[in-house]
């Protein structure tokens, strides 16, 4: 694996809050407090961060930085990405996938039509969905699809070794 893939990003560092170095942070964990589950931090400046302190603050956090202890020194971390190393990720249980696990998977039907390549995962909020591009517009004149990642009823089954999601999905839809 490179050295690239080790990374996972979980968050962003917002703008300075205050004059004594907290910062806003905006998590990408599905509970946005556990970001700070994780330590040490990756900032995409290249260097490693411990968290001294931090604190909800109305719908959002901020976070005390070990090292950043003015707002200039907040200011210059404003807009970094926050990463973790891979293997601090929990384990998941059989049939749960992390989103950057299906990024890049084969998509295929049922009945062995492959729809693309999965470009990326969101949530709408009533389920996560998968948006699949095909290389070129295909023989339904379709360049993408969305699919909602709904397992048993759409998605049948996620092979991880053979890199395919096999869903039950009209082609033509």
């Not at 694996?1 to 806003?24: E, H, L, R, T």
């Not at 603050?57 to 907040?74: C, F, N, P, Q």
């Not at 749960?96 to 998509?107: A, C, H, I």
Request: hydrophobic letters at 40%; a negative charge.
């Amino acid at each position: 694996m490179s050295q690239a893939s080790d990374k996972v990003i979980v968050g962003k560092i917002g703008a300075p809050y205050g004059v004594k170095g907290w910062v806003k942070i905006n998590s990408f964990t599905d509970v946005p407090e556990g970001i700070f589950d994780y330590s040490p931090w990756q900032l995409s400046d290249g260097k490693e961060y411990q968290i001294d302190q931090w604190r909800p603050h109305g719908k959002s956090l901020v976070a005390k930085i070990v090292g950043v202890e003015s707002r200039d020194d907040a200011e210059r971390i404003k807009n970094l990405d926050i990463a973790i190393n891979e293997n601090q990720l929990p384990e998941l249980d059989e049939g749960e996938f992390y989103w950057r696990e299906l990024t890049g998977m084969q998509v295929v039907t049922t009945q062995g039509y492959n729809l693309g390549v999965v470009k990326d995962v969101f949530n709408t909020g009533a389920n996560d969905v998968l948006q699949v591009r095909a290389k070129v517009n295909d023989a339904f004149g379709q360049k993408e699809r969305l699919l909602p990642f709904v397992m048993d009823s759409v998605i049948k089954s996620v092979n991880k070794v053979e890199s395919v999601i096999t869903v039950d999905w009209d082609p033509g839809f």
